[in-house]
C-alpha cells in the first residue's frame, strides 16, 4: 500500500470530487476493507453517470445491459417523473454482480457520498455477491454481461426477422411467469455460457457452410429433428409437478418455435438471476451498510477524512437505516438495511461484549472475541430466514419493539401473538424469519399434468400456503398469458395444503 | 491488490432507453392519445405548445403476476414499534378501503391501480396530437416554380475543395498508380542502404565488393530518380466526393389566418380564437415545412401583423369583417398568385360585423376568395348562452345567416361554432381530419 505514508493527511476537505480524490480516497478504503475487514472482493470497476443514466439503469432492472421491451420504458417513465417531481431521490449507487463488479456512482453525489458509496457497494455489496452461498451456487457472475450482450443482440435480432408484436407477445407472456420461472430446491442447470456459444457458433457456421439465399429468410423458424428429439428427451425427463413453469414450458409446449423458446429461456435465466437477491435483502443490505459504516468510522479514526465529512456521512447513514414505526404514515414495511445493519451490528456487539443473556442464546460465539470471523461466516452460509432464525437477538427485538400479529381473513380482528418480552422472542423470531420466506409470499405454482399426446391441456396448481387465494385481479391476465406460450388451454385449480 | 479501474461514463450517449420508450408508447397509444386530447382542451394559450403530464389507464400497460389475495386465509405478519399491545390483545381492524396501505400514498405512487402518470415531451404530445390530420385538397402540386434545392451525392470529380477530398479513392488510385509505374518502396531502400553500409565498414575491400558497392550506389541512385518521378501521391490521384444541386418537389401553400379582434369580441372570444389559431399554426408550423401563414387581424380596419402581435397584443374598435376579406385578397394578389399557391383561409368572428358587410363579404368571397381557395374555414365564436338560442344550424349571428346562404354552392366552404374551450379541439378535427381530405 503506498498510501500509508501518507496516513494522516486528510483525503479531501470540499463537497467536489475529482478522479484523482476518487482514486486516493478508493485506496484507502480498499486497505481497511481487505487488510482490517478482511474482505474478499471480485476486482472492482466504479463507473460515474449521470442522474439521467441512473434512472436508464433503473428502469431496466439495474442492469447495464438489457434487451428492449415497453415495460422498462414504463417504469423509466415513472421513475422519472417521481424523480422530477422529488417524490423519490435515486438511489445513490447500483451495484451488479458481475465478475468484475460493477459499481455505478452518481456524478451529483458529494465526495462524502462517493466514499460512503464505494464502502458500501464496491466492498460491501461486492463481498457479499462473491460470498454468499446463494450466489455462488445460483448465479453465474462471470458469465452473467456476456450472456445478457447475447439476450439483447438476440432479442434484437427476433424483432427484425419477426416483428415487434411477436416478440412483444412471447417476452409479456413470459415476463408474467418470472416469478414462477426459477428453480428453488434443486439446483439449476449453468448459464454454461460457453455450451450455449459454441453450440451457437456451430449453428452459424453450419449454415454459413450450406447457406443457400432462398432460405435465408426463415432462419431456425422450426426446428429440426435432432433438436426435437434432444428437447423432448429433455422434456421426458421432467418429474411432475415441476415447480419451474418458464421451464417446463419452454421445453415441452406444443407451439413454440424454436426462437420463441429462446426467448422464455432468457426471460428464465434473468428470473433464475436475480432469485438470491430476493431471498438476502435484509443480509445484503445489512452487509453493505455494516461495511460502510465501519470503513467510514474507520478512515474518521485514522485522521483522513474530517468533521464536516463525518458529520455529512453520519446524517446519510441515520436516514438510510431509518425504520418507521407501524404507526407512522411512513411506514411501509421492515426497513432492510435498518434490520440488516442493527442485527450486524449487535453480532459484533455479543462477541466483543456479551451479556448474560447473550451467552445463553449464542453459546456458539458470545464473546468470541473473532467478530469479523463470526461476520463473515453468516454472510457466506445464510440467507435472510436462515439468518433471523439463527441470529436475531433479544436485543434488536426490544430495540426495534417488535411484535407478532395473527391475522385471520375470517375475523374482523386481528390479534397480539407474540411480543418483544421473555414468553415471545422465540415467536417473534420464527414469524420475523418466516416474512422472508419466499415460498410464503409467492404464489407456488406447480405443472402437474399435461398430455402432450393428447388433449394437450395444461393443468397448473397452486398449492395453498395457510389458506391464502389467488388473487382475483390477475389471476386470469396470467393464465391468458400462460395460453399464449402452451397454445392450448390453460386449467388453474387451488388446492389447500 | 485488487486492480480496480474507474471509467467516466457520463458522456456516453444519452438516451438509451429511447427504444423502450417508443415500444411504451406504441403500447399505449389508444390510451395515451386520448389522455392527450382530453388534456388539450383544458390548456392555456402559451402552455399549448408545452410538453405535458398525462394519465392513462394502467390497465393497458399493466404487468400482471400471480399475486396472494390480501383478503384470504391467515398471514402473520411482525411490525416494529409496539407501544402498549401485550400478548393476547385483539385488535379491532379497520373498515375495508380505510386505513389500508397507509404507508405508501396511492396519488404519490404513480402506479397506483388505476392510473399510470407519466410525461410527454413536446414533441410527442403534438405528433400525437396532430395525428391523421391533414391540409384538404393540396392539389396544385409543383405549380409554383421549385425553389428548394437539395445537395446530393453525385460520384467523384478530380476538382474540388480540401474538405470534400476522398481519401479513400485517392489512396486507391495512387497505390494502383506506384504499383504500375513500379516504384521503389522505402523498405527495398532501407534494405539496400543496410547493404551499401555494410559493405562501407568493410576496412579492406575486394574488388568484388568494390564493384558491388559500385552497383549498390548506382541501384539506390536510380530508385532515387524513380521515386521523385513516381510520387507518392500524385495530383493525378487526388478525387473529391462531388455534389450536385437536386430540385426537391415542394407543395406551395399559404394559410390566411383572420381574426376579429373588435370590441365586440370580449377576451373570452378572442381568447378562444387564439387558441383555435394557435392550434391550427402548430398543426401547420409541424406538418409543412413549406407553408407560409398570413396573420391577419381586423377591427373596422385590417392589417397584417406578424405571429408574435398576432396572438399577445390586444386592439380593439368597431366591426367591419370585409375590410379583413379585402386585405387578405390584397396580400394575395400581391405575393401569392392563385396560379401557383395552394390558398386557404380561416377566419375567426363573432358574427357580428356593421349592418350590411355581410352581404358585401359574401360578395367579395363568391367573386373572387372561393374561386381561389383550396378550403376556407369560417370559425363562429360564440357565448355560451347564445350556443342555447343558436341550436339550429340555421339560426346564429348575420354573417353565419350570411354564410349559410351561400355555403351550399361551395363545397369546399365549412363553417362552424366554438362555444367553449373543449369544443375547439373536435371542430379542429372535424375541419382537418384526414379523410375529409381524401373525400373532398
Redesign the interface.
Known sequence: MGETLERNTILFDAADWDFDKLKETYNAIEEIALNDLGLNVYTNQIEIISSEQMLDAYSSHGMPLMYKHWSFGKHFARDQIMYQKGYTGLAYEIVINSDPCISYLMEENTMTMQALVMAHAAFGHNHFFKNNYLFRQWTDAEGILSYLDFAKKYIAKCEDEYGLEEVEAILDAAHALMDQGVFRYNRPPRLSEADRLAKLARRAEHEEMTFNDIWRTLPNVEEDDDEKEERQAEVRNIKLPEENLLYFIEKASPILRPWQRELVRIVRNIAQYFYPQKQTKVMNEGCATFVHHYIMNALYNNGLIGEGAIMEFLHSHSSVVFQPEFDDPRYSGINPYALGFAMMEDIKRICEAPTEEDREWFPDFAGAKDWRGVLKDAWANFRDESFILQYLSPKVMRDFRLFAIADDAKENFVAVSAIHDERGFRRVRERLAAMYDLGVHEANIQVVAADLDGDRILHLRHEMHAGRKLSGKTRDAVVTHIETLWGHEVKLEEKAA | ??????????K?P?G??L?????????ARAQIKEAVNKSLRERSLKEIDKGE?ISIPSKS???????????????????????E?????????PPKGAGRG???QAS?D??SEDN????LTQEEFLDIFFEDLELPNLVKRSLKEIKATAWKRAGVTVAGSPSNLNLVRTMRNAHGRRLALRRPSTREMNALKERLFELERIAQPTEEQVAERKAVIAELEAMERRRRWAPFIDPLDVRYNAYEPTPVETTAAVMFCLMDVSGSMGEREKDLAKRFYMLLYLFLKRRYERVEVVFIRHTHHAEEVDEETFFYSRQSGGTVVSTALEKMLEVQTDRFPASEWNIYVAQASDGFTQSGDAKRCVEILEESVMGISQYYAYIEILDERELEVFSSEDSGAELWRAYRGFAPKWPNFAQTRIARPQDIFPVFRELFARNKAEAA
Not at chain 2, 491488490?1 to 457520463?10: E, G, V
Not at chain 2, 427504444?19 to 403500447?27: E, I, S
Not at chain 2, 399491545?85 to 381492524?93: L, M, P, R, S, V
Not at chain 2, 399510470?116 to 410525461?119: E, Y
Request: hydrophobic share 20%; charged share 40%.
Open positions: 491488490m485488487n486492480l480496480s479501474h474507474f471509467i467516466d461514463r457520463r456516453n444519452k438509451k432507453s427504444g423502450n420508450r417508443q415500444r411504451f408508447l406504441k403500447r403530464k400497460t399493466a404487468e400482471p403476476r400471480f399475486r396472494l389475495d390480501p383478503d384470504t386465509g391467515k398471514r402473520h405478519p411482525v411490525h416494529p414499534g409496539n407501544k399491545f401485550g400478548e393476547g390483545d385483539k385488535i379491532k381492524k397507509q404507508g405508501k404519490t404513480g402506479d399510470f402518470q407519466f410525461t
